[in-house]
Structure formats: C-alpha cells, structure tokens
C-alpha cells in the first residue's frame, strides 16, 4: 500500500509530501485511516531533532483519530471501520517490570509513533493494535484526538498521586496542557486554581473549570497561595519559581512536572529549598504520557464528563502555518490537522 504523508526531510525543515510504500501487517499491526491528528509540541520537537532522536525523513503526528482500515492476523478485540486513536508510543516489550505494572511508557524497549515509525500527519498509518485505543462514540474525533497525547499526559500523574475530589488542585501554565488538566481537575471534583503569567487567560481558565485564577507573575497574588494545594501539576515550558510553588503546597503536597523545561537547547533545572520539602513532606516528580490502562481510562473519564480539547482545526494544505501555530504557542488551544 502507497501512504500519503507529509515529512521533515531534515532538522527544522517545513514539512512537504513524503510517499512510501507499506507491505501487509504483521501479525499485531492495525492500519488506521486518520480522520484527525493532533500536533503536540513534541512534534515540533522532533521536527528540529531536539532531543537528538530524530530519523529523517520524519513524518511528525501522535495524536492520531481514524478508522481502522487493516488489521493483522492476531488482532482480535479491533474490527474494521471501528474508531480508534493513537498517541506518543506505539509499542513496547510487554514483559518487564514495567509494562507488566502498567507503566508501558517506561519500558526500556518502548516504540515511538514517531521515531521508530512514520506519524500520523498522513492518509494512513500502521501502528500495534495494543497501543490503538477504542474512541468512545460521544467523543468528537477533533476534539478527542489531543487527548491521546496532551490529555493522557496531564490525566495520568493526577491519578498515580491519588488526587481526590476533596484536593485543592493547582495548574501551571493554561496553553495545550493545562486546559485539559484544569477540565479533569474540575470534573474529579476538586477545587482547582488556574495559575497563568497572562491575566487575559482568566476567563477562558474559568470555562475550563477553574475556580480561582492567580496570576504568577504577581507576588502579592502568589502570597495568597501559600498552603494551599494538595497537587500541583506543572504544564509550563518556561521554568518557575519553584520556592513560591514549593510554599503554596500544603504538606504532604506534591508538584508534578510534565514539561522538559529545555529551551535553546538548554537542559531545564529545578530548584527548591530542602528546608520546605522536609518539613512539610512534600515532593517534586516528573510524568510522562501514561501506559495504556490509564490512557483508555483517561478516555472514559473525557466521555463520561464531556471534556475535549479546543481546538483550531486546519486541513493539509496549510499544515506548515499549523506548526508554525505550535511553534509560537499561539494555538487556542490545541492545533488539529484535517486529513
Ligand atoms: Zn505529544
Ligand atoms: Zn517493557
């Protein structure tokens, strides 16, 4: 079969129409036929070869919505013409520790839609059928496709630190990520407070569930936060300032970071005083993406509370304006491609 994609044929290179040929499915494989694919900031990343994994030519695209349209001869629960979605890993060894646990985004053997294969800014797409996740019917395919990669990312640290509806719930940084955060956040139940450098995003945090908007860059604003929050989930690319995170907290409290922080190449640091972290017991991770119970959960919990992602939709034949848009974080507030 001949695939239709678009592809960066070198690091920061616009993306132009890459054809390739695809033999018949192995065993596990399913073919989707993409309706919509999301880009992620990662794609861009990946795009400029960033964090020096990229294979070119690169065709970008792991927010992926289609239609199954092929499938191997071991694939069972999948059935031709069903709905389905793909995100930022398409394989991993099934056996250790990890994947075992749940935890397939940790596997040392873990396949990149991406990077060991071609993406999804393309007509089809061939990724395992074990990492190709029912869409729930009420879900609308454009809106549902950022969360394959954005929502799971922000969904699954939520639930592996036990976030509960009585929490106080903070989110940093309300662009691609934070806006689905602040809809989960919401619909778990919690309070939730939106933290943002822009004032302007205050109504728009309020839509997706906020209850309360601080703006970060105010210190007198950041003050009131003291004590506060039982979760933090860090969306921001730029880095913080950790102390007045690290206080609004309250003990036992934790901060997950979900953004590299790297810029210009520049490794991110965090900083924080030990003295705040031992006496209140609070702690400092990172997450990324989450394994396939928490992203088909993820997907349930997005059907049953109506959350999507807003989205600007563009089709094809502007898909490097589309970049672009994520490139500059411009996008309101997730760019999806029409294929
Ligand atoms: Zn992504
Ligand atoms: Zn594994």
Redesign the pocket.
């Known amino acids: 079969m001949r695939i239709h994609a678009f592809a960066a044929r070198a690091p920061k290179a616009a993306l132009q129409p890459f054809d390739y040929e695809q033999d018949n499915p192995g065993p596990y494989d399913v073919d989707v036929k993409v309706s919509h694919c ?1 880009i ?4 861009v990343h990946l795009i400029d070869n960033d964090w020096n994994i990229s294979h070119y030519p690169l065709v970008p695209g ?2 992926i919505v289609g239609t199954v349209a092929a499938t191997g001869t071991a694939v069972e629960q999948l059935k031709i013409g069903e709905r389905v979605g793909v ?2 890993q398409s394989g991993s060894c099934l056996r250790c520790e990890w994947c075992l646990n749940g935890y397939e985004n940790l596997c040392q053997s873990k396949v990149l839609t991406c990077v060991q294969r071609h993406g999804g800014f393309a007509d089809f797409v061939r990724t395992d059928s074990r990492f190709t996740f029912s869409i729930p019917e009420s879900l609308d395919s454009a809106g549902a496709a950022p969360l394959l ?2 929502g799971v ?1 922000v969904y699954a640290p939520m639930r592996r630190c036990g976030v509960r509806p009585h929490h106080h719930v903070g989110v940093v940084g309300i662009g691609g990520l934070g806006h689905l955060a602040l809809q989960f956040a919401h619909a778990m139940g919690c309070e939730v407070t939106a933290f943002s450098m822009n004032p302007e995003k205050e109504g728009d945090a309020a839509a997706f569930g906020a209850d309360h908007f601080v703006v970060s860059r105010d210190p007198a604003q950041m003050r009131r936060t003291v004590r506060t929050l039982d979760f933090i989930l860090a969306t921001a690319t730029a880095p913080l300032p950790w102390t007045a995170y690290i206080k609004a907290l309250r003990p036992n409290g934790k901060l997950t970071i979900v953004s590299r922080l790297s810029s210009n190449g520049e490794e991110g640091v965090v900083t924080a005083p030990a003295s705040l972290l031992v006496a209140g017991q609070k702690s400092i991770a990172g997450s990324v ?1 989450g394994g396939r119970a928490v992203t088909q959960e993820m997907l349930a919990f997005a059907a049953r509370h109506d959350i999507a992602a807003k989205t600007e939709l563009f089709s094809c034949a502007d898909i490097n304006s589309a970049v672009e848009r994520v490139r500059n974080n411009a996008a309101h507030y997730r760019v999806v491609l029409e294929t």
């Open positions: 999301g992620c900031h990662s794609d792991h927010e995100g930022w990669c954005a990312a993406t």
